[in-house]
């Protein structure tokens, strides 16, 4: 009987001892960290630490930034206007836009961080990593979030997350139409002049005017950065093309017009000869 409770006992204390034991471990700065892949250390460095809950989306904000560049940035360099910081899409009110920033592309299974200089193979370890470190970096001002644009940018065309086929809501149509004028106006005012007027007209025709359901109107009528950059460099190869050609052409007519005259003075010398003293 002595035996049995002595057993126990020796199993109790074990038992205290383990528990112990864990909640030393636990409460280890190293057991909270997020497993985060890291290049810099030549191995796998994992970190784990408290993520900070941002209510705007990343990765729509990302679209959201790439829309603005593509489909209008390019346009107001061309007017070169300066757009207000009140204009929601003013890069200013990004509250992502200095991480965005700091990110350096290495190649396609390493990311790095420009503000500590640690290496990701994937960019979404990347992100994790903002949320964690580089919180206090973020702007978390209200009206800052570009994902709450995304509706009249049309960032679901761009990223192709809605099928062709899905059946259009006309009350989210209308909802997301309101949206984009009113960035229209605020951004644009016609009252600010001719180039204002402009780029209010282009604001209209580029997102406004596909906010329906009736199909004819597609977003980014008036074409984007690549698409200029295209015709730009058609444009270029073609007149590298055609001046060789417009060379040539000169050439010849140049050469034909000197053997005529060449002709001519023969003639004449000949004529010349001929005539009887």
Partial sequence: MEKKVTTILSNFVILILCFEEMVHVSSSPLFHENQVYDESSGGRNFEQEHLH?????????????????????????????????????????????????????????????????????????????????HYNLLNVSDGKCLADLCGALHCDAVMNSKSSRSKCNPAAAARNRHLCESLADGCFPISEGPSASRLHELFLHQFCVAHTCSGKQKPFSRGGKEQRSFFSIAAAALILVLLPVFYLFLYLIQSDMKSRTQELHRISKAGWKTKPS
């Fill in 53 to 133: 809950e941002v209510h705007c989306s990343r990765e729509r904000s990302r679209i959201a930034r790439k829309v603005i560049e593509e489909y209008l940035t390019p346009f107001v360099e061309q007017e070169n206007y300066q757009l207000s910081r009140k204009c929601k899409l003013h890069p200013e009110n990004d509250i992502f836009r200095d991480q965005e920033k700091n990110k350096v592309y290495i190649d396609i299974h390493e990311w790095r961080c420009g503000y500590c200089k640690k290496s990701f193979r994937e960019e979404n370890f990347l992100d994790q990593h903002f949320d964690n470190r």
